[in-house]
């Protein structure tokens, strides 16, 4: 069964750190598009990150760029968001989010979401 699995949510203070991790269970994420998607209680999911297939290219919403990073491992079939300088204003659920298209035909999983809260 193909999905995604987020990791490595949590609680941290502000000012701190986290490292996500988006791993591919039954398929490859070699050529899929990746982005990471956050979504705070009461407001709409928002796109934050995305990477193309050999991580060449990567774009980031304007809430969370300079402070964070999103790349890719191929060989262990895993995406990664660094999470740095974090505030109140980053707590969300978190879920990666996987596509390609194959001629006519899309591809597209999601995770299940990882928990980030922020407060001290």
């Known amino acids: 069964q193909r999905h995604l699995v987020e990791s490595g949510g949590g609680l941290v203070q502000p000012g701190g750190s986290l490292r996500l991790s988006c791993a591919a269970s039954?398929?490859?994420?070699?050529?899929?598009?990746i982005r990471w998607f956050r979504q705070a209680p009461g407001k709409e999911r928002e796109e934050i990150s995305c990477?193309?297939?050999?991580?060449?290219?990567?774009t980031y919403a304007d809430s969370v760029k300079g402070r964070f990073t999103i790349s890719r491992d191929n060989a262990k079939n895993t995406v990664y968001l660094q999470m740095n300088s974090l505030n109140s204003e980053d707590t969300a659920v978190y879920y990666c989010?996987?596509?390609?298209?194959?001629?006519?035909?899309?591809?597209?999983?999601w995770g299940q979401g990882t928990q980030v809260t922020v407060s001290s």
């Open positions: 989010h996987a596509h390609k298209k194959v001629f006519l035909v899309d591809f597209d999983y």
């Open positions: 039954g398929f490859r994420l070699d050529y899929y598009g």
């Open positions: 990477i193309n297939g050999n991580g060449g290219n990567t």
